[in-house]
């Protein structure tokens, strides 16, 4: 692959992922036990971030046909890396009353900017 071609898909991603396409403010939530004062043990959501997102709903397009692997995600979210923060699968996001369970996380292109998560939809968050 020439420079060329390399700087032009490169220019492609930081495009899809750009600042201004990020245009939907999520809550990305922990999952916390806590014990109450008579011994009995609640979960509780913890905020870890509110951030900007860019999200996309599952399609029949050729890019959701591909990630086969991921059947069950209903939703992909791209969001800036957030520092001193590490984003995994044991954490929820949550949109507009509605709660995602983040499926997997990764790094976009290895470069530590962006992250993809796959979620899926929670019943019964709307």
Known sequence: MEYSESFTSIRKTVAD?????MNQFI???????VKDKD???????????KVRAFKEDKRASEK???MATFSTATTLFRFRVI?????TSEM??????????ILSVENVRERGMYLEVMAEMLEGSQ
Request: with cysteine; glycine share 4%; proline share 2%.
């Open 27 to 33: 809550t990305i939530c922990k999952n916390v036990h």
């Open 64 to 66: 959701w046909v591909n």
């Open 17 to 21: 992922v750009s600042f201004g396409k």
């Open 92 to 101: 929820t996001i949550k949109w507009k009353e509605k709660s995602y369970q």
């Open 39 to 49: 011994g009995f043990v609640e979960t509780e959501d913890v905020v870890v971030a």
């Open 83 to 87: 520092p001193n923060e590490e984003i």
